[in-house]
C-alpha cells in the first residue's frame, strides 16, 4: 500500500507564508505524480497544484498562482507546496495526493488520484 503523510500545517496571519511537505512510503516515488488539493469548510475539494515525476513541469490553480510553489525531492520521497502571501481565502484541509503517471510529463489537475493523504489544517487570520 501507498500511504501519504502530509507536515508543515498550522495557523498564521494574513500574508505569511507556509511550507507543507508530503512524504511518500512504500512505493518509489520518483514514478509517482503529485498533486495538492485543499478543502475549505463548507466548499468542494479543489485542486490546488501539481509536478511531473521529475519536477520539470508544474500547475497550479489560477487563483494560487505567483504565490504557491510546489516542487518535489525524490531522494527524499517527498512533495512541498510552498505557500506565500496567505489569505483567509486560503484557509483549508490540504491533501496531499499521489498516482501512478502513465507518461514521464504526466500532470494532473483531477481530483481523480489514486493515493490520497490524511489531510492538513492550514488557517488563516485576517
Known amino acids: 500500500q501507498v500511504q501519504l503523510v502530509e507536515s508543515g500545517g498550522g495557523l498564521v496571519q494574513t500574508g505569511d507564508s507556509l511550507t507543507l511537505a508530503c512524504t511518500l512510503n512504500g512505493r518509489t516515488f520518483s514514478n509517482y505524480v503529485m498533486g495538492w488539493f485543499r478543502q475549505a469548510p463548507g466548499k468542494e475539494r479543489e485542486f490546488v497544484a501539481t509536478?511531473?515525476?521529475?519536477?520539470?513541469?508544474?500547475g497550479y490553480v489560477d487563483s494560487v498562482k505567483g504565490r504557491f510553489t510546489i516542487s518535489r525531492d525524490n531522494g527524499k520521497n517527498t512533495v512541498y507546496l510552498q505557500m506565500n502571501g496567505l489569505k483567509p481565502e486560503d484557509t483549508a484541509v490540504y491533501y496531499c495526493a499521489a498516482d501512478r503517471a502513465t507518461w514521464g510529463d504526466q500532470l494532473m489537475m483531477s481530483d481523480e488520484y489514486r493515493y490520497w493523504g490524511q489531510g492538513i489544517q492550514v488557517t488563516v487570520s485576517s
Open positions: 509536478i511531473t515525476r521529475a519536477g520539470t513541469s508544474t
